[in-house]
Antibody
């Protein structure tokens, strides 16, 4: 069974830093691309960052570019999100999301989601 | 303001057909596949439709997707009470080099 378990959320002051982790199990982690997606309280979904299976290509939303860094450790089956210079508008539930990439004819994104971890940026 | 545009709400009675629209541009829907995610109350989102009209295993065939030009639609036929929740369209944007979501549509079963 595919499982994605996020951790590392919490309360942080504006300007502070936080590192989120995502522990993956039930599949060969090193074969899959991964994303972080967030959801502010009562709001919609916002994609944050993407990494290929080997970190050869990284993409970021403009809202976090230069402040957030996505990374992974395939030996530990783990995905990370280093968040610096945090702002109040970064307050959200952060989801770790698998991207199956191309499977046959089709690209299958966001096929498995974790339960999320809440980050609150407030003084 | 979301890059993809969805109506904020949609509703229907049990058994009815409900359709949700998603409008984009040539850099996203116009050149890329559209996907749909479902988020039931209090739960994490789930992939509902990928590549415009493909259903992951386990998704009932009451859910169907389509795309034409720079717009896409999600249809729920035979609406059921357990379909109440939020529905999001999402596509890759070649100009932004990232995924873009619609603002979400809240489906209510009357």
């Amino acid at each position: 069974e595919v499982q994605l378990v996020e951790s590392g959320g919490g309360l942080v002051e504006p300007g502070g830093s936080l590192r989120l982790s995502c522990a993956a199990s039930g599949f060969t982690f090193s074969d899959y691309e991964m994303n972080w997606v967030r959801q502010a309280p009562g709001k919609g979904l916002e994609w944050v960052a993407y990494t290929t299976s080997t970190e050869s290509t990284l993409y970021y939303a403009d809202s976090v570019k230069g402040r957030f860094t996505i990374s992974r450790d395939n030996a530990k089956n783990s995905l990370y999100l280093q968040m610096n210079s945090l702002r109040a508008e970064d307050t959200a539930v952060y989801y770790c999301v698998r991207d199956a990439g191309y499977r046959g004819r089709y690209w299958i994104p966001f096929d498995y989601w974790g339960q999320g971890t809440l980050v609150t940026v407030s003084s | 303001q979301s890059v993809l545009t969805q109506p904020p709400s949609a509703s229907g009675t049990p058994g009815q057909r409900v359709t949700i629209s998603c409008s984009g541009t040539s850099s996203n829907i116009g050149s890329r596949a559209v996907n749909w995610c479902q988020q039931l109350p209090g739960t994490a989102p789930k992939l509902l439709i990928f590549s415009n009209d493909q259903r992951p295993s386990g998704v009932p065939d009451r859910f169907s997707g389509s795309k034409s030009g720079t717009s896409a639609s999600l249809a729920i036929s035979g609406l059921q009470s357990e379909d109440e929740g939020d529905y999001y369209c999402v596509a890759w944007d070649d100009s932004l080099n990232g995924w873009v979501f619609g603002g979400g549509t809240k489906v209510t079963v009357l």
